[in-house]
């Protein structure tokens, strides 16, 4: 089994910043593909970023530029640096993993992963 535990989320103003973390324990290998999910109150759970192999990383269209993906196999933790954070940011957001090495495609499509983090808030006000 896998476990994945997000932190860093809460509350910021439009503009500002967030890191999100999320460390993973359990049979985890570090080419694994992850990524980050958001899902906001009445949406469908969309991808946001995936990091992939040979470090391959793969991002949505409206957070390009402003999200980072990153991976530190020696902490077992995937991070997502958020800047200029917008309102229609807010969202819980959820790491992702699958068990297998991948790299992802453009639309990070949900029925790849296979174990989800509990997943965290992010509130960005205007």
């Known amino acids: 089994q896998v476990h994945l535990e997000e932190s860093g989320g809460g509350s910021v103003q439009a503009g500002g910043s967030l890191r999100l973390s999320c460390v993973h324990s359990?049979?985890?290998?570090?080419?694994?593909?992850m990524g980050w999910f958001r899902q906001a109150p009445g949406k469908e759970r969309e991808g946001v970023a995936g990091?992939?192999?040979?470090?391959?990383?793969t991002y949505a269209d409206s957070v390009k530029g402003r999200f980072s993906i990153s991976k530190d196999n020696a902490k077992n933790t995937l991070y997502l640096q958020m800047n200029s954070l917008k309102p229609e940011d807010t969202a819980m957001y959820y790491c992702?993993?699958?068990?297998?090495?991948?790299?992802?495609?453009?639309?990070?499509?949900?029925?790849?992963?296979?174990?989800w983090g509990k997943g965290i808030q992010v509130t960005v006000s205007s």
């Open positions: 990091f992939g192999g040979a470090a391959s990383t």
């Open positions: 359990g049979h985890m290998y570090p080419n694994y593909c």
């Open positions: 992702a993993a699958i068990a297998a090495t991948c790299v992802w495609p453009e639309s990070l499509p949900t029925y790849l992963v296979d174990y």
